[in-house]
């Protein structure tokens, strides 16, 4: 029973899901429709599975190709989602090369399924699930290209999983010294989810694909416990998914054409840095809850690297918390002025520069240990 309700709710979960987020999406929420391919993709999976442990082998002869095709287009299919997330432009000639072996396992399962007659294909199955003899060259065929697309899977799992963390954790820095504002696009639970769903996908499922489906055929706890690990994971992704805005045209990459001649750092930092503190203190920037790094050296009249380098060298912080410290700052100050001892936390935060009033919440009490109201109380 355990096993019939983990397949079912990944089945629902992946489906719903992939319909749900393809209806949201739209050209601000590309990356929604991209997540809606990969939890589609899902879906034939988890459908694959259900013909195949619950013996309807054959409407899964007709499907085999399909399952072993959306196996080995996963990780490639995830991976086109975090670069949508991000807004990195993809490159129409190299993408296709990520789909390459999905095609290929699925298109000569697709020849050798319809081709081979119905005993063959049984036996295949009966050694797929229970271990038992093949019975002929032709099984053989077929149990040689799962257990093929079992391989590259694995290789995929390793080669995407460490490809995939490393892009976060750079992407991550990089937004973090570009943008002022990041719950504009809620990435704060977005690493985190990300995280945990490229591990626990990770690790059970090279347990799976190492030994094979027949220990889950014997053990029904087992089956069951992966594929609720597996809808567990899909919801929490889905519904952060849902909420991640994506960046727009290359957001991160914009303005990167503006720069000037190269300025050398031993001689150039202490005068860039006079400016920019100069710049913060009588124009008060960070008061735009938008500032981004471009918007800062256009004012300086140098480029993003060298201002980002600057900020993480000589004030040891990246650019969203030099920025946040200003605000935090001014939110001090406005919080002990007396004038504004009526104005509400969304008023001080807009005031400020913050985007919302959970951020400066957050923000705040991050800094100060204290939550802005305990700030003024104490006041």
Known sequence: MLNTFGLLSSLYITLFGALFLFAASNK?????????LFFFNGFI???GHVFSFFEYWKVFRYFDFAFLAALLMFYPLYFRYLNSAFGYKISSVK??????PAMVIGALMLVSSYTFDWETYQSYMNNNL????????????????????RA????????????????????RKNIQNSFSNLD??????????????????????????????????????LLGTVAFLFTFLYLILGMVGLRQKAFTESEIQ????????????????????????????????????NLNIWDVSKALASNRTYVSQLINKEFQCNFNTFVNNYRIGEAKMLLRNGKHSNSSLAHIAELAGFGSTSSFVRVF???TGKTPVKYKEEG
């Not at 899977?153 to 490809?163: K, P, R, T």
Request: charged share 20%.
């Open 28 to 36: 601000q929420y590309r990356n929604r429709y991209y997540l809606s």
């Open 45 to 47: 999976l988890f459908a």
């Open 95 to 100: 993408w296709p090369l990520h789909f390459a």
């Open 130 to 149: 229970y271990g038992k003899p093949l019975d002929g060259l032709n099984s053989l065929i077929l149990s040689v290209l799962y257990k093929g697309a």
């Open 152 to 171: 590259i899977h694995i290789v995929q799992i390793l080669f995407y999983n460490s490809v995939s963390l490393i892009y976060i954790l750079r992407t």
């Open 184 to 221: 504009r696009f809620q990435l704060r639970y977005f690493y985190a989810v990300n995280f945990v769903f490229l591990i626990f996908m990770a690790i059970p499922g090279i347990y799976v694909t190492i030994i094979g489906r027949t220990p889950l055929t014997e053990n029904n706890y």
């Open 254 to 289: 914009k303005n990167e054409e503006v720069r000037i001649l190269p300025i050398k750092e031993d001689k150039e930092y202490p005068v860039l840095k006079a400016e920019l503190l100069k710049y913060f203190a009588e124009l008060s920037p960070w008061q735009n809850p």
């Open 365 to 367: 009490k991050q800094r």
